[in-house]
């Protein structure tokens, strides 16, 4: 396959996940958001505000506000994330005003619209977060923030930005019980970007100490067929020289890697850490958390 075609099938792919997760984003917040009447995230919850004061159609108004956000972070975040956003932005709000409103409306309870609005939301923009693109609005805000602090999980940025908006909406629509189901929708959107992004492979790492490294590299090897680094290791109680295995493995195989190990060795001393990234080959979407640090 030449470079043409592969930029292509690349380029349909990316459409395809950022024109899914946008219906998404349409769904949740006319279907269930702006029926139930409570406060929304980003500007959409701006839109939603313009809305249902003055009845200015939602895309539109997220269109309007997007402009000179735009032009300010255009120069941080890079002309192809830059087109890829403007082209989600218009897509999603085309779906909000157009598309939406041919899907049935939740009518119900509102704490099961609010918990519909964070699964569903959430869902539509890890998927355009995953294309390396975003909604435009204070999806621009939020990348520029995670831009110039990469360590930042990106769903705390977008938790962080969102409570300040649905407490002005709030307050704005007099409307206390909206914000309490504001604040649901946002910790759910901030937990469904982070468990889709970074969660769907994330697994354990296990550091194994032990004095037949060789030995449990190639058990690891043949049980779950997965690399393992052997560290040299020096006992501060029993001054011994000793080895350290280091394996990653999805939460499944680190049961039977700790079972087989303990039955192999048992003076072995076993930590088990979560990851929740990691970058390689042999493992897709694992990285040491936060216990490395």
Known sequence: MNTSSQNMKKLAIQLFYEIFGSICIAAAIYNFAVQAEFPMTGFSGISIILYRLLNIPIGLSTVLLNIPVALLCYKLLGKKFFISSIRCMLISSFFIDYMAPLFPVYTGDRLLAALCTGIIGGFGYALIYM????TGGSDFIVMAVKALKP???LGKIVLFSDVCI???GGLILKDMDGVIYGLIVSVLFSYAVDKIMYGIN????????TKHGKEICALIDRL???G???????GGYTHEDKQV???????KEMYLVQKAVKEADPESFSIVLESNEVHGEGFHM??????NA
Do not use: D
Not at 131 to 134: M, P, V
Not at 245 to 251: G, I, K, L, T, W
Not at 286 to 291: C, D, N, R, T
């Open 131 to 134: 294309q390396n693109s975003s």
């Open 151 to 153: 360590h930042i999980p």
């Open 166 to 168: 649905i407490l002005i």
């Open 202 to 209: 994330a697994g354990k790492m296990v550091l194994i100490v």
């Open 224 to 226: 779950v067929e997965r």
């Open 228 to 234: 393992s680094t052997i560290l040299p290791a020096y």
């Open 245 to 251: 295995v280091m394996c990653a493995c999805s939460n």
């Open 286 to 291: 694992v990285q040491i958390g936060e216990q």
